[in-house]
């Protein structure tokens, strides 16, 4: 069967691209016609590349799942190798909080620095979030859209999708020109589970995207993560309802490491920041401080205390988001 | 029988010279004023007359009156042609001195009983009858200080019968009164009456010292208005030439209290959001200044910035670049000035929930990108300090208040003359840090341009010539963060 073609083929029918459609006579037809060496040099004249499941480099986590893709559209320069390495699923609400902001980017980060992979949705909120973290720390990340291969969407995120497909890949299993459409993204969701080991849901709502993301992973026996929320946030319904049912629950990047049985690299400590910078970074122990909650707690003057905010914000140790900081 | 006055008309801002020319003949008796005079100008017929039945004078009856405001290209607006013309008529019937109206000029309108009123704009008349080589113009008492400031001798007079005595050489006009002490009223507002708030007295306190536009952003009703409007507070007072600007724009937008003499108080302006464009930029068939010419030399508030149309805050781009504003009409095109410091308030999303933990948001991601995108990114990089205010918690507005307006403006007085030298290079360390933010930070290049120019504001302040490291990273941490959009 020719993925590349069947591929093409679902998209201009707007159908999903099954292998019960590769069986129909019109498919038979499209796939005679169809010229694969023209479309292949037009994919690359974009710089985009086809990777299809009999390709040996394809993923085989994600061959594994009951209706995998015919094959994946690659944007980035990334070894598609990058694919089959440990990743995790980082996913959640696209109308996040400042925590679920917060604790996405910074988990993401950690993962990112200890090498593994971050797999999201490119979605505002929780994806963005977590993209951006693994990206903070020089790691590599895969997004993965529900639209075609060369659109940026959500709009807003375009920069990002070409900061991540700088290092990692964007990948889509739809052909270029495909516009989103709501039901493109549970498709894209089942990739997203199907490409990582573990599923993190960062913060969800009831019925959430994030979770047809977990039960996919569910399905396809795949650990499910969930980060514990405030029980009377409607953002955390979602993930502490996961937990109940048996998530594991998750307060820091080693609990995630743990649970791929990856050993998280042992960072020499880092040496705590000095003078200024460094009151206010154990002042903002285990609490967010806005800029005047901190000028009071360590006496600084405000003009001081914004160049010690600075400093650690472009260390990555502190991270601010809505007028607090945070660790 | 004629006679001849000279008066000014303003357009935009430019005082145009105006011949008032005032013809008798025998004829059917009536009264015709020609020469492009609009309503207002047509109705001085009405006020003439009886301002000079009033005034114990002559009309001159069975006479055809016929009136030419020259050239008579320029649109006459207003009541201001009134006196002129009561004088013109009066010279021509020989009630005045032949020749006494000579070197004079006139600006004013009549009340049936003949009192002078002050009009709008005397101060950009009178410089232009002091341009034009006249020696003294009479005016309305109230106007006569502002006359003055023009440099030319006043003849403030309060009835048209005191006017006609000034010409027949009857009585000396009064001197002006003195200007009343400069303008300070009315008082603003002290950044004593601010509770907590460290940082963004800080950032105010930069903005005033190195004229930056500044954003506040915040959950609603934390106070990003009312220390917005303390602003002007801590700003030097403005000096001779701009002071002397200021004072004619607001003459001609009839803004300025009578009797007042230099406008030294930069001007405070806060549309509010429904404000059309006309209002804004300025405009009307005619053109007026809006409200960024009416804050050129202070400040143009837009609270709630993203409620304005969209065409409004487009338009805000050319006046905050090149500090003039262009206004094109049918009645002619006009330039106005326009450099105003620009500072905005908006909330973090539509419904206002967001950033204040005691309330939860409810606006869709679609909804909040809509309100981050009516600021496009090109109108948000031109604010140099975007500050995201926290609700404050209840122990600090328990505190005690903050430094009054006075002491800050002196440091601000102080940084302004050491930021009038030639700017100083970066040290090389601020300039490592600078590399290091741009490599981090997503920072345009014109970001990073307004970065140094805070840092070198912030160095000012802190009585420095050169910008230092700890200056460029308090300069990094007023760029605009992602709840605003920047990213």
């Given at each position: 069967?020719?993925g590349l073609a069947l591929a093409a083929f679902a998209a201009e029918r707007g159908r999903h691209a099954t292998?019960?459609e590769?069986?129909?006579?019109?498919?038979?037809?499209?796939?005679?016609?169809?010229?694969?060496?023209?479309y292949r040099?037009s994919l690359a004249a974009q710089g985009l590349r086809w990777l299809a499941r009999?390709d040996?480099g394809f993923p085989?986590r994600l061959a594994?799942i009951?209706d995998p893709p015919p094959g994946l559209f690659l944007r980035g320069d990334a070894d598609p190798e990058l694919l089959a390495r440990?990743a995790v699923a980082v996913v959640g609400a696209r109308s996040c909080?400042?925590?679920?902001a917060?604790?996405a980017r910074?988990?993401a980060?950690?993962l990112g620095?200890?090498?593994?992979v971050v797999v999201s949705g490119l979605a505002r909120g929780v994806d963005g979030w977590a993209h951006r973290g693994a990206l903070?720390?020089?790691g590599r990340t895969v997004a993965v859209l529900g639209c075609g291969i060369d659109l940026d969407y959500p709009r807003v995120h375009a920069e990002l999708a070409s900061r991540v497909a700088a290092t990692g890949l964007v990948v889509s299993e739809y052909p270029p020109g495909v516009a989103p459409a709501p039901w493109r993204f549970p498709a894209r969701n089942r990739i997203v589970a199907g490409l990582a080991d573990?599923t993190l849901v960062v913060?969800a709502?009831?019925?959430s995207g994030a979770l047809i993301t977990a039960d996919l992973a569910?399905?396809e026996?795949r650990?499910?993560?969930?980060?514990?929320?405030?029980?009377?946030?409607?953002?955390?319904?979602?993930?502490?309802?996961?937990?109940?049912?048996?998530?594991?629950?998750?307060?820091?990047?080693?609990?995630?490491?743990?649970?791929?049985?990856?050993?998280?690299?042992?960072?020499?400590?880092?040496?705590?920041?000095?003078?200024?910078?460094?009151?206010?970074?154990?002042?903002?122990?285990?609490?967010?401080?806005?800029?005047?909650?901190?000028?009071?707690?360590?006496?600084?003057?405000?003009?001081?205390?914004?160049?010690?905010?600075?400093?650690?914000?472009?260390?990555?140790?502190?991270?601010?988001?809505?007028?607090?900081?945070?660790? | 029988?004629?006679?001849?006055?000279?008066?000014?008309?303003?357009?935009?801002?430019?005082?145009?010279?105006?011949?008032?020319?005032?013809?008798?003949?025998?004829?059917?008796?009536?009264?015709?004023?020609?020469?492009?005079?609009?309503?207002?100008?047509?109705?001085?017929?009405?006020?003439?007359?009886?301002?000079?039945?009033?005034?114990?004078?002559?009309?001159?009856?069975?006479?055809?009156?016929?009136?030419?405001?020259?050239?008579?290209?320029?649109?006459?607006?207003?009541?201001?042609?009134?006196?002129?013309?009561?004088?013109?008529?009066?010279?021509?019937?020989?009630?005045?001195?032949?020749?006494?109206?000579?070197?004079?000029?006139?600006?004013?309108?009549?009340?049936?009983?003949?009192?002078?009123?002050?009009?709008?704009?005397?101060?950009?008349?009178?410089?232009?009858?002091?341009?034009?080589?006249?020696?003294?113009?009479?005016?309305?008492?109230?106007?006569?200080?502002?006359?003055?400031?023009?440099?030319?001798?006043?003849?403030?007079?309060?009835?048209?019968?005191?006017?006609?005595?000034?010409?027949?050489?009857?009585?000396?006009?009064?001197?002006?009164?003195?200007?009343?002490?400069?303008?300070?009223?009315?008082?603003?507002?002290?950044?004593?009456?601010?509770?907590?708030?460290?940082?963004?007295?800080?950032?105010?306190?930069?903005?005033?010292?190195?004229?930056?536009?500044?954003?506040?952003?915040?959950?609603?009703?934390?106070?990003?208005?009312?220390?917005?409007?303390?602003?002007?507070?801590?700003?030097?007072?403005?000096?001779?030439?701009?002071?002397?600007?200021?004072?004619?724009?607001?003459?001609?937008?009839?803004?300025?209290?009578?009797?007042?003499?230099?406008?030294?108080?930069?001007?405070?302006?806060?549309?509010?959001?429904?404000?059309?464009?006309?209002?804004?930029?300025?405009?009307?068939?005619?053109?007026?200044?809006?409200?960024?010419?009416?804050?050129?030399?202070?400040?143009?508030?837009?609270?709630?910035?993203?409620?304005?149309?969209?065409?409004?805050?487009?338009?805000?781009?050319?006046?905050?670049?090149?500090?003039?504003?262009?206004?094109?009409?049918?009645?002619?095109?006009?330039?106005?000035?326009?450099?105003?410091?620009?500072?905005?308030?908006?909330?973090?999303?539509?419904?206002?929930?967001?950033?204040?933990?005691?309330?939860?948001?409810?606006?869709?991601p679609a909804?909040?990108d809509?309100?981050?995108?009516?600021?496009?990114?090109?109108?948000?990089?031109?604010?140099?300090?975007?500050?995201?205010?926290?609700?404050?918690?209840?122990?600090?507005?328990?505190?005690?208040?903050?430094?009054?307006?006075?002491?800050?403006?002196?440091?601000?007085?102080?940084?302004?003359?050491?930021?009038?030298?030639?700017?100083?290079?970066?040290?090389?360390?601020?300039?490592?840090?600078?590399?290091?933010?741009?490599?981090?930070?997503?920072?345009?290049?014109?970001?990073?341009?307004?970065?140094?120019?805070?840092?070198?504001?912030?160095?000012?302040?802190?009585?420095?010539?050169?910008?230092?490291?700890?200056?460029?990273?308090?300069?990094?941490?007023?760029?605009?963060?992602?709840?605003?959009?920047?990213a």
């Open positions: 069967m020719n292998d019960r590769a069986r129909t006579a019109a498919f038979v037809a499209f796939a005679r016609a169809f010229d694969e060496g023209a040099r009999a040996p085989a594994a009951h440990p909080s400042d925590y679920g917060h604790v910074t988990i980060r950690e620095a200890a090498g593994v903070d720390a020089g573990a913060e709502r009831e019925r569910l399905e026996g650990e499910v993560l969930a980060v514990p929320g405030e029980i009377t946030s409607a953002l955390s319904r979602g993930t502490n309802a996961l937990l109940r049912l048996g998530a594991v629950p998750v307060t820091c990047a080693e609990d995630v490491l743990a649970a791929l049985g990856v050993e998280p690299v042992e960072r020499p400590p880092e040496p705590p920041p000095a003078g200024a910078a460094g009151a206010v970074f154990a002042a903002l122990d285990g609490a967010a401080l806005s800029a005047d909650e901190l000028v009071r707690v360590t006496g600084l003057a405000p003009g001081e205390l914004a160049a010690a905010l600075t400093e650690l914000e472009l260390a990555g140790l502190v991270a601010a988001a809505g007028g607090r900081y945070r660790r | 029988m004629l006679a001849r006055t000279i008066t000014h008309v303003v357009v935009g801002l430019e005082p145009r010279r105006v011949e008032v020319e005032a013809h008798l003949d025998a004829g059917v008796p009536g009264f015709a004023i020609v020469g492009l005079a609009d309503r207002a100008c047509q109705e001085a017929k009405h006020r003439v007359r009886s301002g000079i039945a009033s005034a114990e004078l002559a009309w001159p009856a069975r006479r055809r009156i016929t009136v030419n405001l020259a050239p008579a290209d320029v649109r006459k607006e207003g009541p201001g042609f009134d006196l002129p013309i009561a004088l013109a008529v009066l010279g021509a019937s020989r009630q005045l001195p032949p020749g006494s109206l000579d070197g004079h000029g006139a600006i004013g309108e009549l009340g049936l009983d003949g009192r002078v009123r002050p009009v709008p704009g005397a101060l950009a008349a009178a410089e232009g009858a002091r341009a034009g080589g006249l020696e003294r113009l009479v005016c309305a008492a109230e106007s006569g200080p502002e006359v003055a400031l023009a440099g030319i001798r006043p003849v403030p007079v309060r009835h048209l019968a005191e006017a006609v005595g000034y010409f027949r050489g009857e009585r000396e006009p009064e001197p002006a009164p003195p200007p009343r002490a400069p303008n300070r009223a009315p008082p603003v507002a002290d950044l004593a009456d601010v509770r907590g708030q460290e940082r963004a007295r800080r950032a105010l306190e930069i903005a005033a010292a190195g004229r930056h536009t500044l954003l506040l952003a915040g959950p609603p009703g934390i106070g990003k208005s009312m220390l917005a409007r303390r602003l002007p507070g801590i700003l030097p007072p403005l000096a001779d030439a701009a002071a002397l600007e200021v004072t004619r724009i607001h003459s001609v937008a009839g803004l300025l209290p009578p009797g007042g003499g230099l406008v030294r108080t930069p001007p405070f302006r806060a549309p509010h959001h429904t404000a059309s464009s006309a209002a804004v930029i300025g405009g009307g068939s005619s053109p007026r200044p809006g409200e960024v010419t009416l804050a050129h030399r202070g400040v143009l508030l837009l609270d709630e910035l993203p409620e304005f149309s969209r065409t409004v805050l487009e338009a805000l781009r050319q006046p905050l670049e090149d500090g003039t504003v262009a206004v094109a009409r049918v009645g002619g095109r006009v330039s106005f000035p326009a450099s105003f410091q620009l500072v905005g308030t908006m909330n973090l999303c539509p419904c206002g929930g967001r950033g204040d933990p005691g309330a939860s948001c409810s606006c869709a909804q909040l809509r309100y981050r995108d009516r600021l496009s990114r090109a109108l948000l990089d031109r604010f140099d300090l975007v500050l995201v205010l926290p609700r404050p918690n209840a122990a600090e507005l328990g505190g005690a208040g903050g430094e009054p307006s006075a002491r800050v403006r002196e440091r601000v007085v102080a940084a302004r003359a050491r930021l009038e030298r030639p700017a100083a290079r970066l040290e090389p360390a601020a300039d490592r840090l600078l590399s290091r933010a741009v490599e981090r930070l997503p920072l345009s290049g014109r970001g990073r341009a307004r970065v140094v120019r805070v840092a070198r504001t912030i160095a000012a302040l802190a009585g420095a010539d050169e910008a230092a490291a700890e200056h460029v990273a308090e300069a990094l941490s007023y760029r605009s963060p992602p709840e605003v959009g920047g």
